[in-house]
């Protein structure tokens, strides 16, 4: 049997998930999360926990310290290692191909060496391929639409 299609999550959508000032996309990132978690086929790199620690740090500082470092250490196990030179190479030939924004360019390399199918973000062109990755925007399409298949 073939499992879930690999989905890598750019951090837009970790911090919706969180973000009580956007309601809809609240709903909707808390709802591919929730897919991803069932199916086990969420993926991170280093980048992403970093980018949504800063994000946590800066937005949620009522919060002691402590527990936001536990609730992104807790993402660790979904992939946690930093950008390898491979990575690096691919991420200029998505630049050259795209002209992407840079961590935009390591986000899209990392999901394709994790042999991600889906790249979940709100910013890059939806349906637009990077090699074998496909570009997904999680406010137009729903979870089943993908990850049932």
Known sequence: MIGPAEVFVDTNVLIYARD????D???QARTWLQAMAERE???LNLQVVNELTRWLLVNERSR???EIRNEVE??????????????????WAIRAERGFQWF???LLAAADRLGCRYFLTEDLTAGMRC?????????????SAL???
């Open 64 to 66: 002691p310290v402590a």
């Open 131 to 143: 090699g074998s990755v496909t570009i997904v925007d999680p406010f137009r399409t729903l979870p």
């Open 147 to 149: 990850l049932n298949r």
């Open 20 to 23: 009580a000032r956007e309601a």
């Open 74 to 91: 807790g993402l660790h196990y979904r992939g946690d290692r930093g950008t390898t030179a491979d990575e690096t190479d691919l991420a």
């Open 41 to 43: 086929c969420m993926r």
């Open 25 to 27: 996309k609240r709903g």
């Open 104 to 106: 935009d360019c390591l």
